[in-house]
């Protein structure tokens, strides 16, 4: 064992002497080392290992260099003896796979039985049986208990207590239905929450439409979801994804149309009969991504106003009017005004000119007298005169009332203050919603080059039109796939954190009927 500091010296020694150093490890400023020499060097080394200022470690071997690598041979061989038995009882297990399936799944059967036995009470001369139905299942299972003259069914809606613990199935209509699985990555709704997945569906196919923002690859999505499912066995998990995917795709199709992008060619280039649709390509990412830019914020304004009407929704239903109008409604009012303010401001944006046509967006100087207040004021449009007057009350409203449960009145203009500082917030989530506008242009660009790479190499004589093809092919498939795996992610994203955060919790218990339903197999009847 040498210092660490004296690694460095060693090795500019080492470059002159016929000694051979290995080093094994370096812990706690400390480095292990074996040396290996001749003999005829071992005085020389020793005065070497006592200038580094090294340890020895007697290593304890009572037998020979050969005896031990024998052990170590015939160690290898029993291992790999082991390794051949094992693999043989596995093949032989493997036979039996089916079999262990069938038996998984009756203990498992086994299992809810018990379990349901923990929720009944049992009497000397009654049975009593505890559970929790779905609403629309209360008749079916009446009209079947019916048929037992002694039997007595009680319905009651849970209490306030019992609501914490009851489950949730959801219910949702089948075009909604897919995106259930976007509710369940991220938490089912407690009992007394709203169900968000109606209200996420259509953001979510869109932002992953606007991540993808071509045509071709929209129809690409829809063939490979529509097939996949029914060549392959992908559970109830699977259908749901795909046909989340193949709804997005068909969105996709339509971006795509607009944007005027199939398979990273520009829409006007393709040939004549596809003229009628040539004329509903609106907008270019490519060459006006501030236009997309704009148009990406826009939805996930209208994503955020969503989220917090649904929580004005949710305490209505509660009763807290209160808070409804106070919190929720305050803040539906000041981002509707802020809107209507800066639409001057954006109108100049997308141009590149004067935020309007009469210039004032150019002529607001940095710091502002009351008199010049006035005829700033007579020069904004109406919508955004009316805009100012909605942001002032809003504002005023979250900066009086935000604090309302605190007794002391610094207390109440201090949670007044910092919710107003929550617009700051408001901004950054805004901002969130640019990365569409990111996935989109890297979509474009990435199909666009595989076009380039793929026509640069069709020009290699002879095998240059299957280089095109597989180029073509594996390119666009990739481009597809990593695509569509990043849209997803980053659209679940704008889900869990903005949306979500606006009114959801989550945390609810899964509703699980007791009735067979095996892991691996299927009884018919």
Known sequence: IIPAEAKTFLSSILKKEAIHVQILDEVARKVYILFIFLKEERAKVENLFQSLRGEK?????????????????????QIKKEREDLLEKAEKLNQEKVKLMAIYDYFYELLKERKVNSHSHLSRYTFILEGWIKEEDIPTLKNVLSDFSRVEIIVKKPTKKEE?????????????????????????????????????????????????????????????????????????????????????????????????????????????????????????????????????????????????????????????????????????????????????????????????????????????????????????????????????????????????????????LAKGAYELYGVIQLFADVLSYSRLLAMGLATSVIATVVNIIAGMAGGIPVLGPIAMIFILILGHLGNIMINTLSGFIHTARLQFVEFFGKFYEGGGKKFEPLRREGKYTIIIK
């Open 57 to 77: 470690i007697k290593l304890k071997e009572d037998l020979v260099p050969s005896v031990r690598i024998k052990e170590i041979k015939d160690r290898i061989k």
């Open 164 to 412: 914490a613990k009851a489950p949730v199935a959801l219910s949702n209509r089948r075009l909604f239905k897919p995106f259930e699985l976007v509710t369940e990555l991220y938490g089912l709704p407690r009992y007394i929450e709203i169900d968000p997945t109606p209200f996420l569906a259509p953001f979510f196919a869109l932002f992953l439409a606007l991540c993808l923002t071509d045509g071709g690859y929209g129809i690409t999505l829809v063939l490979l979801s529509y097939i996949i499912p029914k060549k392959f066995q992908v559970g109830e998990g699977g259908k749901k994804l795909f046909s989340m995917l193949f709804i997005s795709g068909l969105l996709t199709i339509v971006i795509g149309i607009i944007t005027g992008g199939i398979f990273g060619i520009e829409i006007q280039q393709l040939p004549a009969f596809l003229n009628p649709i040539k004329k509903l390509a609106i907008i270019n990412p490519m060459k006006e991504p501030m236009i997309f830019l704009v148009i990406a914020l826009g939805v996930g304004v209208i994503h955020l106003l969503t989220g917090i009407t649904l929580e004005l929704k949710d305490n209505l239903q509660r009763g807290r009017v209160s808070s409804a109008i106070l919190d929720q409604l305050s803040w539906i009012v000041l981002i509707i005004g802020l809107l209507l303010v800066g639409i001057p401001f954006v109108k100049g944006f997308i141009s590149g000119g004067t935020t309007s046509s009469s210039g004032m967006g150019s002529q607001i100087p940095l710091t502002l007298s009351p008199s010049q207040l006035l005829p700033i004021w007579k020069k904004l449009p109406v919508y955004s005169r009316i805009g100012t007057v909605m942001v002032i009350a809003g504002g005023l409203v979250l900066f009086l009332f935000s604090g309302r449960r605190s007794k002391k009145i610094g207390m109440r």
